[in-house]
């Protein structure tokens, strides 16, 4: 009998020949042979995995490199081998993970780190590419569909915080809250100063009745930013909700409710009479004093209308209608100051809030205070109806040869409505080219 060895042996050389050669199908049919004759035949599995690679059978390859693997997992020449089958498949994933392998023996491989340094950028490009497709299924109302999408950025991207982030809202909007703070969690772990995901995940606290927990994570939001109206707002009305009701407040809120239902029917007397008895109940009950100032502001008993949403104020601090509702009441009143200080407190709580912005602006421009009108119409935004305010600028500006401010707020106006003909008539007026774009500086 010839010798196993020797017959196996005489395969893997020839194999080695053709492989050498470029045959790599006849390279595998050898080595296939050696291992049929010698099944632990040093380096012919490798072999294999090599040849099944350049042949373009990548299964076949990762099952041999994974076979090397099994018999001896610090080969670290199978696990580059691996990785660059997986690199080429677009298996980041698992070529990642061959690669984290590697420098587990060896951190400073400078090529191994550039290949995972690469791989990680393009699985964050596909990962972005999931995230932007679940944001357009959200937008369309499939949710579930929205949520698949951004699980897959963070298997991809653990790293991805609007996607964790996107996916803390969607699951507590589903009333999955266990998993929202999971992932609003994650998003702090990789970014401690997003005070977004610590008010959702205050709200989701107080949503299970981890009342202290919630109680924790608005602390570290006004840490970081004392004034933030929205943490202040929940605190509020975590501390209101956490107060046991009384009987009392009960039956405020049924006379509360029986005048607004009053009101409805028209029946104002009635409604105010229901109102003052839920205040005689409970005097702290803001809706009551509010809904009895504008009552009170319809009847022009301006005094106790003033008074009234001065106090439903004093105890809901940050609701912006009853401060632009008293701004209103006060500037008929020709209480243009206090006017004034409701419409800067609406828009300290809320900068972007266009219907306060457009209040004070009117007011500074019936006062022909241009550059307060135009740094309150900055603070809401470009809206159409600030066109004409937009306009009257930039015509006392023009009076007043402040061109350059002239030319701004024309600009401004036809850019919330490309149409409006006089502020195109006097950039024309102006040689101002209408096609010319804002500065970057210039931008609101």
Request: proline share 3%; with cysteine.
């Amino acid at each position: 009998m010839s010798n196993p060895s020797r017959q196996a042996q005489e395969h893997f050389e020839r194999g080695n020949q053709l492989f050498d050669r470029d045959n790599f199908k006849g390279a595998i049919a050898e080595w296939r042979a050696a291992l049929a004759i010698a099944p632990q035949f040093d380096n012919v599995r490798f072999n294999l995995g090599l040849a099944y690679a350049k042949d373009g059978q990548s299964e076949l390859a990762i099952k041999e490199f994974n076979a090397v693997l099994q018999l001896d997992p610090s080969d670290q020449d199978a696990r580059r081998e691996l990785a660059e089958i997986f690199i080429n498949e677009k298996r980041f994933e698992d070529a990642a993970e061959q690669l984290q392998l590697i420098l587990e023996n060896t951190p400073n491989d400078a090529e191994t780190l550039a290949k995972l340094d690469t791989i990680q950028t393009d699985l964050h490009r596909i990962a972005e590419d999931h995230f932007a497709r679940g944001n357009q299924l959200d937008e369309a109302g499939e949710h579930d569909s929205a949520i698949a999408e951004w699980e897959q950025a963070t298997e991809l991207a653990p790293a991805f915080i609007e996607a964790h982030y996107n996916l803390g809202i969607a699951y507590a909007d589903q009333g999955r809250n266990d998993w929202a703070i999971e992932e609003f969690r994650r998003v702090l772990q990789l970014d401690p100063n997003d005070l977004d995901a610590r008010r959702e995940l205050a709200d989701t606290y107080f949503a299970e009745g981890l009342v202290s927990d919630a109680v924790k994570q608005l602390n570290q939001v006004l840490l970081f930013a004392p004034d933030d109206a929205q943490a202040k707002a929940m605190m509020n009305e975590i501390n209101r909700k956490s107060t046991p009701t009384t009987k009392e407040q009960t039956d405020a809120e049924e006379h509360f409710k029986r005048g607004n239902t009053f009101e409805e029917q028209g029946n104002r007397d009635q409604a105010i009479a229901e109102w003052l008895k839920a205040l005689d109940w409970d005097p702290n009950h803001a809706g009551a004093h509010y809904n009895l100032g504008v009552a009170y502001a319809d009847e022009d008993n301006t005094a106790n209308a003033i008074a009234e949403i001065k106090q439903a104020i004093q105890l809901e601090p940050f609701d912006i209608e009853m401060r632009r509702e008293l701004a209103e009441i006060c500037w008929q009143a020709d209480d243009v100051d206090e006017a004034i200080n409701q419409l800067r407190q609406a828009l300290n709580v809320a900068p972007g809030d266009s219907q306060a912005a457009h209040m004070l602006a009117d007011i500074y421009l019936h006062q022909e205070k241009w550059d307060e009108a135009a740094a309150a119409l900055e603070m809401g935004g470009l809206v159409e109806q600030d066109v004409d305010a937009w306009f009257r600028i930039g015509d006392a500006y023009e009076r007043e040869e402040r061109e350059e401010d002239a030319i701004l707020a024309y600009r401004r106006a036809r850019l919330a409505q490309p149409d409006h003909a006089q502020a195109t008539r006097a950039l024309q007026r102006l040689r101002v080219p209408l096609d010319e774009p804002l500065e970057e500086d210039e931008q609101v």
